[in-house]
């Protein structure tokens, strides 16, 4: 058990200072008490701002809790800027994603000398994402909701937050990507490790976003990120890796999750070729296009799930090759262009975090719509998943949006 909070206090002189409010918590390999989760949350959402320190820049550091933004923080503070820590308080007590990320975000900011702050953040989070997820997979959607809190609770709610209450010219991220300047504006770069690269799931950034950020992990591999952590002795240095959506509990699949919500209605299995009737399912949420294993059908032939009709809660069914298509639009299309083009052009395409972005012809299209038609068929474009656009290049994501 360790104390890591302090309570920051403002006194006659305006002078904020720390007291320490004696919060136990339990160490990084345990799951901390509801109680310790709390009591960090309520000294960090209610700690005084201190003034910007003299000839120094403010940098607000959002802090998960993990080695990447502990070691973002450390970062921040070797490069000389004025550096404070910010939390986003997303959901109630029990997930242990969030609540180890919180507690461990706090430790980080003591051991660096920095003051940590809590946003609360939980209704905008469980309305706009918690709440959206089911329902994504009822209209036949497989969303990736990262994206969605990158787009409004990082660099929306938080960075607001930053720039208006922190101070803070700038907000640090441990994403792996790159901000760069270059003879044509800003631009948002694929990280030098490519394992690592992240600009796929930022692409819902602002210009005006992404001028106020600064990601320095993108010239790093993980590798060294972790040597960086070691060196700097971080509580966070050999902390895993999150690999799970941070509000399903850990244990539980996302079908049993998604059971919590939706109703298991049936319906027919139908082949996407023959028109034949296959089998019957158990409710369209238990599938996603391109799933091959789970779907319960025996046959000659390997099946895949080419497409799911959630108004007749039909779910197709063929051969690899029914997967395959050449075009695809997608809705709320957003540029990171200083001019967001208006007539076609050749870029690259990519449509799920770990496939490769593939040479198409890119058609903008009226009411924030885009259509992308691929040179060659590229398989399972996937509803509610993200579309990337990449320069010719490859280094450079200049847009995206959902695909329909």
């Known amino acids: 058990m360790s104390t890591v909070e302090t309570d920051t206090v403002e006194t006659n002189t305006g002078k904020a200072v720390d007291q320490p409010v004696n919060v136990n918590v339990t160490e990084q390999s345990d799951m901390p008490t509801a109680e310790a989760v709390e009591a960090v949350c309520a000294v960090a959402s209610k700690r005084v701002v201190s003034p910007v320190q003299a000839n120094k820049t403010r940098v607000a550091v959002l802090m998960s809790g993990g080695v990447d933004s502990s070691v973002t923080a450390m970062e921040m503070i070797k490069a000389g800027y004025d550096v404070i820590g910010v ?6 007590s029990g997930s242990r994603c969030c609540d180890t990320g919180m507690v461990d975000a706090a430790r980080v900011c003591e051991q660096l000398g920095i003051e940590h702050h809590a946003v609360d953040l939980r209704e905008m989070f469980k309305a706009e994402i918690i709440d959206q997820f089911p329902q994504s997979y009822a209209r036949a959607k497989t969303p990736l909701p990262c994206s969605v809190c990158n787009t409004l609770v990082k660099w929306g709610a938080l960075l607001r937050y930053s720039q208006k209450i922190l101070q803070a010219r700038y907000i640090a991220t441990g994403h792996y990507a790159r901000v760069v300047e270059t003879e044509d504006g800003f631009r948002l770069a694929r990280a030098k490790d490519p394992r690592k690269d992240q600009s796929y799931v930022l692409w819902g950034l602002t210009m005006e976003q992404l001028k106020a950020t600064l990601l320095p992990l993108g010239d790093f591999s993980k590798d060294e990120i972790r040597a960086l952590a070691d060196q700097g002795g971080l509580v966070t240095a050999n902390k895993p890796d999150s690999q799970d959506l941070c509000f399903i509990p850990r244990g539980t699949t996302t079908q049993q999750y998604l059971g919590n919500f939706l109703t298991a209605e049936p319906g027919p299995i139908v082949h996407t070729v023959t028109a034949e009737m296959l089998g019957q399912h158990q409710g369209t949420f238990n599938y996603t296009i391109g799933q ?11 099946l895949y799930v080419t497409s799911i009709d959630p108004d007749t809660r039909t779910v197709y069914v063929g051969p690899p090759e029914a997967l395959l ?3 695809l639009t997608a809705s709320a299309a957003n540029w990171l262009m200083e001019t967001p083009p208006v007539e076609p052009f050749e870029a ?3 449509i799920r975090y770990n496939s490769k972005a593939e040479p198409a012809t890119v058609y903008p299209m009226p009411d924030a ?6 040179h060659e068929p590229q398989p399972a474009i996937t509803p509610g998943q993200v579309l990337g656009i990449y320069d010719l290049t490859d280094t450079y994501i200049l847009g995206g949006g959902w695909i329909d």
Do not use: D, N, S
């Not at 939390?87 to 109630?92: C, P, R, V």
């Not at 091959?292 to 390997?302: D, L, V």
């Not at 719509?369 to 691929?374: K, L, S």
């Open 369 to 374: 719509q885009v259509r992308v038609v691929f």
């Open 348 to 350: 690259l395409a990519k």
């Open 87 to 92: 939390t986003g308080w997303l959901i109630k």
């Open 292 to 302: 091959r294993k789970g779907i319960g059908i025996a046959y000659h032939e390997p």
């Open 325 to 327: 298509r050449k075009e």
